[in-house]
Nanobody
Framework: QVRLVEFGGGLVQAGGSLRLSCVAS????????MGWFRQAPGKERNFVAG????????DYGNSVKGRFTISRDNAKRAMYLQMDSLKPEDTAVYYC?????????????????WGQGTQVTVSS
């Protein structure tokens, strides 16, 4: 069982940047595709970005393309999300998630393990 913990959320002004981290314990980190999702109050949990096992493959939700960058360091069992040019509509709880294998679905139902979430608030 993989346990995931997110770090790095906070309050930032529009146009600013934040870097989220997700650290894994248990399991074999490099066997898992990783993803970032977010959920705003009253809304569904949506795909933000995903990264394949080696880090060579990435995917982004349309609303964050060109602004967010996902990366991972398998030696440190960590994944990151660099968020630039933040907008108020990026405000949400951000979750990291993992699933075994190379497939990178955008549907959160296909991810097995989840962190507790970290709040990101972007003020206008």
């Amino acid at each position: 069982q993989v346990r995931l913990v997110e770090f790095g959320g906070g309050l930032v002004q529009a146009g600013g940047s934040l870097r989220l981290s997700c650290v894994a314990s248990g399991g074999t980190f490099s066997f898992n595709t990783m993803g970032w999702f977010r959920q705003a109050p009253g809304k569904e949990r949506n795909f933000v970005a995903g990264i394949g096992r080696s880090g060579a493959t990435t995917d982004y939700g349309n609303s964050v393309k060109g602004r967010f960058t996902i990366s991972r360091d398998n030696a440190k069992r960590a994944m990151y999300l660099q968020m630039d040019s933040l907008k108020p509509e990026d405000t949400a709880v951000y979750y990291c998630a993992s699933r075994p294998g190379e497939a990178m679905p955008t549907n959160p139902d296909f991810y097995d393990n989840w962190g507790q979430g970290t709040q990101v608030t972007v003020s206008s």
